[in-house]
């Protein structure tokens, strides 16, 4: 007979893990997912157990986009897995590799409501790249890879890949399988050289060329090749919100955030331009507004690596389907310096006067700390941002030097995703500084990862805006609903510092402007585990500029308006 020990599927998954390269995991265990966790036991893969499974979805997003490699998350079946779902959304909105593994009820009872069943895979479909339920051992390897080159290829995106408990526990004798077989699956590398040719020629045509950049020119890293291509045909850039960083926010060129809440000046060369160049960028309704008068007469092309975003929300002149890196350093070359002296002309007037406004007087104002924080640094930082006012205003006032180094919730706008992102990329990168910037309302979603954080003496830092406000509900409830706040205050908040240190974790308060300065330096200087600084804020600042939803760009608001405005269609 022989010796030779048979590997239990969950020793077989970690095992896979290993194979490809992961060394964290983040996790709450719980009764289907014991034998994973089991399995991890001696494994050079490191667990983080977390306090919430959806703070181990936004870990593992944080990590993967600080990296560009695969977040992991594992968690337990039913609530464990359902509680993932809000973190699935996130990731696939954003174009994040994440691969999540469940455990679940044994095979024999699946479709019978037994303890803790749920059906994630059904559940997960409309809001992963793909779901995988295993029923045979046998199918470990090949899944497993299936996943991991899934979730990383192409446009990134989540997999789930759900294990019932007699799965996990039973034998695997499957070997190891390097190759994947997905027919239908192709991903895309250069683009078509007619279409880039075609590109270059409406290019040269150009007077007034704008360079649109998104999520997918950080993804693949396209930042060089977009910045050559801005500096050779002397185009303006703009970025959206999650598109910050792939070019650096303070080259001359580039006007900063476009859209809602961006910069007044990224928002009228992009309604003047006569041709838009649009770059890993899916021309969502944040940018869009009404499609119906979005660069009306301009020359559009797209670069995206996904075909279905071609011609969903805007009529493009021309698509070029390919990775954004690629098809940018084949454009290069092609085009010629154009006389855009005019157009930067007329753009640096704009920037003059419509200028972001700082306000330092009377009490302590978000934007004025954000932007001492942006000098402070001088950028240096990796931030994840949550989601709300403080979320547009760090969009705005905190540029973004270096490519993965802006890390926020865009499509689906998840509260509580800045601080366990925080702690994700800080594992991810530990010699880098990484701060979350967050509101009161989102951070106290997810604050029970300050646990996390504590029991790992993670040097990591979550920059509170309170203003005891839903900030951003808040103001469209004073813009267009007369000012009638329902649901809004967020009377009963902790007090933060005192909170923090319950954990076992240092809290800073700013309170007044003449702090700002000496408070936010020593905050940047502490090296000594995690730190929570709380800022103060006046309660009800807003965000401005501001297209209101679904109207066109000229009723981009420059600051208050002195009449009630009309509510807006569609979504917030």
């Keep these: 007979m022989s010796d030779v020990k048979v590997p239990t599927g969950a020793e077989k998954i970690v095992q896979c893990l290993e194979r490809e390269g992961v060394e964290i995991i983040f996790g709450l265990s719980g009764g289907a997912a014991i034998p994973i966790f089991d399995a991890l036991v001696g494994s050079k893969i490191k667990l983080i157990l977390v306090r919430h499974e959806q703070g181990a979805m ?84 090949r899944v497993m890879r299936e996943a991991f080159h899934i979730a990383s290829t192409g446009r990134p995106g989540p997999v789930l890949v759900d294990v019932p408990k007699d799965v996990s526990s039973g034998p695997c004798t499957a070997p190891f399988t390097d190759e994947v077989d997905l027919p239908g699956y192709t991903v895309p590398g250069r683009g078509d050289p007619e279409a880039i040719a075609e590109a270059a020629r ?81 021309w969502d309704d944040r940018v869009t507004s009404d499609p119906a008068h979005f660069c009306v007469g301009a020359k559009k092309i797209h670069v995206d690596i996904d075909p279905s975003e071609f011609n969903k929300v805007i009529q493009c002149d021309l698509s070029i389907c390919g990775d954004a890196r690629l098809v940018i350093e084949d454009l290069v070359p092609l085009v010629d310096m154009l006389d855009t002296e005019p157009w930067l002309k ?106 996390t954080a504590a029991v790992h003496d993670l040097n990591v830092k979550v920059l509170i805006i309170n203003n005891n406000y839903l900030g951003m509900v808040r103001q469209w409830q004073e813009l267009f609903y007369d000012n009638r706040l329902s649901g809004v205050d967020l009377e009963g908040n902790p007090d933060f510092v005192k909170l923090a240190e319950a954990y076992g974790v240092k809290g800073m308060r ?21 730190l929570v600084v709380v800022a103060e804020v006046v309660k009800e600042g807003n965000v401005f500029p501001m297209i209101p939803s679904g109207g066109p760009s000229s009723a981009m608001l420059i600051e208050p308006p002195r009449t009630q405005l009309e509510k807006p269609r569609g979504s917030t």
């Design 202 to 282: 409406l290019l040269s045509e150009s007077k007034r060329p704008i360079l649109y950049v998104g999520q997918g020119a950080v993804i693949s890293d396209a930042g060089k090749a977009i910045t050559s291509l801005a500096e050779k045909l002397r185009a303006p850039v703009v970025n959206t919100l999650l598109g910050k960083g792939a070019v650096d926010e303070t080259h001359p060129l580039n006007l900063g955030m476009l859209g809602m809440h961006g910069t007044a000046y990224a928002n009228l060369a992009t309604q003047d331009c006569d041709l838009i160049l649009g770059i890993g960028a899916r």
């Design 510 to 530: 700013i309170k007044r402007v003449a702090d700002v300065d000496r408070k936010l330096r020593e905050a940047l200087d502490y090296r000594d585990g995690p």
């Design 346 to 451: 007329q753009v640096e007037r704009w920037r003059k006067k419509y200028p972001l406004k700082v306000q330092k007087q009377g009490g302590l104002h978000a934007q004025y700390v954000q932007s001492r924080f942006d000098h402070l640094s001088e950028g240096r930082p990796i931030l994840t941002v949550d989601v709300g006012q403080h979320q547009m205003w760090a969009a705005q006032f905190c540029r973004t030097r270096s490519n993965r180094h802006w890390l926020t919730s865009g499509g689906a706008g998840t509260m509580g995703y800045g601080w366990p992102a925080a702690i994700g990329a800080k594992f991810a990168r530990p010699d880098e500084e990484v701060w979350a910037i967050v509101g009161d309302g989102g951070f106290q979603m997810t604050l029970a990862e300050l646990a």
């Design 58 to 141: 936004h870990m593992a997003d944080g990590y993967a986009r600080a990296t560009g490699r695969p977040g992991v998350a594992l968690v337990t079946s039913g609530p464990g897995a359902t509680n993932t779902v809000t973190g699935l959304l996130t990731s696939h909105m954003d174009s994040a590799p994440v691969v999540v593994i469940c455990g679940q009820q044994v095979t024999s009872v699946l479709g019978k409501d037994a303890f803790q069943e749920a059906d994630v895979t059904g559940i997960s479909y409309p809001i992963v790249k793909h779901s995988y339920l295993l029923k045979h051992g046998g199918d470990i390897p």
